[in-house]
């Protein structure tokens, strides 16, 4: 008897889906222009990749977030390049299970970056030599040089601000960041750096979602994308793992567990988009400040 299903959680290559235009960078603009929230989720592996996919996520983010929910290290800044390149290989592998549509962020380390842009330049081949499409790297205006090193290359770049895990031990922890008058100035002007740099999307973490939805409107040429930064972002980024609720500690404010009401992952996955797409989520009143 010839069995009819795969092993091991694996997708087949023929697996029917409904087929979907490839994510690109014109394809978000265009997104954005019509008023079309992005989606973006992490993921470290072949198989959630897929489903994600699968699921309409048009941005992957191969996060450094591994380390705490994947490796088990108290932060983000244990990560090394070669894992990131790993989990990044291993991902884009996945989405050619699928139908490969997703655009793949991956984040570039602690210590992959700041030393110099040649440095930088070395690291990013590294990511998109295992398949990212983009790469991501946190910090202020001190990166614009940086950035627009990479993108007068052709490295395309997504830049974050707001609270940077990298140097949350210099931040004091996990903090909402810009809340005075003086530090959301100093957001801004480093957002606008970056979008005068080349960066072509900007994750903000944990930003007031007034301040979110003004760096939104000033940034037409830098998609923000929002995690904890309220609704009006051009789109919103969550951790997989917290989105389907695999957490043992107490779940941040700007988290929702979509798994508690599908019957799935891929479902969950869908409710996400739906509910990003929508509008529903985040709520400001419930995951924002």
Request: some cysteine; proline content about 6%; hydrophobic content about 40%.
């Given at each position: 008897m010839t069995a009819?299903?795969?092993?091991?959680?694996?997708?087949?290559?023929?697996s029917p889906q409904?087929?979907?235009?490839?994510?690109?960078?014109?394809?978000?603009?265009?997104m954005r222009a019509a008023g079309e929230k992005i989606t973006m989720l992490t993921a470290y592996d072949a198989t959630f990749a897929?489903?994600?996919d699968a699921a309409g996520v048009e941005c992957i983010l191969v996060g450094d977030s591994l380390g705490m929910v994947c490796q088990g290290l108290?932060?983000?800044?244990?990560?090394?390049?070669?894992?990131?390149?790993?989990?990044?290989?291993?991902?884009?592998?996945?989405?050619?299970?699928?139908q490969a549509t997703a655009w793949v962020i991956a984040d570039m380390p602690y210590g992959s970056y700041a030393e110099s842009p040649e440095q930088?330049?070395?690291?990013?081949?590294?990511?998109?030599?295992?398949?990212?499409?983009?790469?991501k790297l946190e910090g202020g205006g001190w990166t614009a040089p940086?950035?627009?090193?990479?993108?007068?290359?052709g490295v395309p770049v997504c830049a974050h601000l707001g609270l940077t895990p990298q140097t949350v031990h210099a931040l004091g922890?996990?903090?909402?960041?810009?809340?005075?008058?003086?530090?959301?100035?100093?957001?801004?002007?480093h957002a606008l750096e970056l979008q005068d740099a080349g960066a072509a999307m900007l994750v903000l973490e944990m930003v007031p979602a007034a301040l979110s939805a003004q760096l939104t409107e000033e940034l037409p040429l830098c998609h923000t994308i929002g995690i904890g930064a309220g609704n009006g972002t051009a789109g919103q980024v969550l951790v997989l793992?917290?989105?389907?609720?695999?957490?043992?500690?107490?779940?941040?404010?700007f988290v929702h567990n979509f798994m508690a009401d599908a019957g799935s992952v891929k479902g969950a996955m869908e409710a996400y988009v739906q509910a990003v797409k929508n509008g529903s989520f985040p709520d400001n009143a419930l995951h924002a400040w």
């Open positions: 009819t299903g795969t092993p091991y959680g694996t997708i087949p290559p023929s409904p087929q979907r235009r490839p994510v690109s960078l014109p394809r978000l603009a265009q897929a489903v994600a108290h932060s983000t800044v244990g990560v090394t390049l070669q894992d990131m390149a790993y989990h990044t290989a291993s991902v884009t592998r996945g989405l050619h299970r699928a930088a330049m070395r690291s990013a081949c590294q990511l998109m030599q295992a398949g990212a499409h983009m790469v940086t950035v627009r090193f990479l993108v007068d290359r922890g996990y903090r909402v960041q810009g809340k005075d008058e003086q530090a959301a100035a100093t957001l801004r002007q793992h917290d989105m389907l609720g695999v957490n043992l500690g107490k779940m941040a404010r």
